[in-house]
């Protein structure tokens, strides 16, 4: 079993910060490339940052330089520090980890349950 547990999440006025966390745990092999998406009402779950287990990290363009994406190999973790906050990045944020098994060895991506973002004055 694996289970991913994120944190963070809240309200805030823009141009205010927020950081989320996402911890793995359980029958865990080894992780490899660990991301953020986000929905937001009516529209479809779309990816925010993404790192391989290299460090190699991608974004999107609506929050390149004001979100920054970053892992904690050791402690099975991934961090997305959120700068600059607009209305628009109001949504419910997801991590998403690829992880594989020690129990099967079988590699599969694993969503969290997912936290609220609100930007709101």
């Known amino acids: 079993q694996v289970q991913l547990v994120e944190s963070g999440g809240g309200l805030v006025q823009p141009g205010g910060s927020l950081r989320l966390s996402c911890a793995a745990s359980?029958?865990?092999?080894?992780?490899?490339?660990m991301g953020w998406y986000r929905q937001a009402p009516g529209k479809q779950r779309e990816l925010v940052a993404a790192?391989?287990?290299?460090?190699?990290?991608n974004y999107d363009d609506s929050v390149k330089g004001r979100f920054t994406i970053s892992r904690d190999n050791a402690k099975n973790t991934v961090n997305l520090q959120m700068n600059s906050l607009k209305p628009e990045d109001t949504a419910v944020y997801y991590c998403?980890?690829?992880?594989?098994?020690?129990?099967?060895?079988?590699?599969?991506?694993?969503w969290g349950q997912g936290t609220q973002v609100t930007v709101s004055s």
């Open positions: 998403n980890v690829e992880i594989q098994s020690s129990q099967t060895m079988a590699i599969r991506h694993y």
């Open positions: 359980g029958s865990i092999f080894s992780i490899y490339a």
């Open positions: 790192i391989t287990n290299g460090g190699s990290t």
